[in-house]
């Protein structure tokens, strides 16, 4: 994701793709395989909604999203092609 030509970058592990991308009210918050979570200003509800496709699977809790989807820092610094 590159919002406004910077490439949003994990302030943790420095990672700098792989992000689960999380919508709360007008605030996007992004989420690295290393677990790591923050709100990102440079990111708009429409950044969100572009990126977003459909509904696979809805997860009873953030914790148990973020564990079924490899967002809870077991698999961190691993990529995919």
Avoid: K, M
Wanted: aromatic fraction near 12%; charged fraction near 25%.
């Amino acid at each position: 994701l590159n919002p406004r030509g910077i490439p949003i970058t994990c302030a943790q592990c420095h990672a700098r793709r792989d992000w689960l991308l999380l919508n709360v009210g007008e605030q996007v918050f992004v989420r690295c395989r290393c677990a790591h979570e923050w709100a990102e200003p440079e990111l708009t509800r429409e950044d969100f909604d572009a990126e977003f496709s459909h509904v696979e699977r809805i997860y009873p809790s953030l914790e148990e999203a973020a564990r079924g989807l490899g967002y809870d820092g077991t698999l961190s610094g691993t990529y995919w092609s």
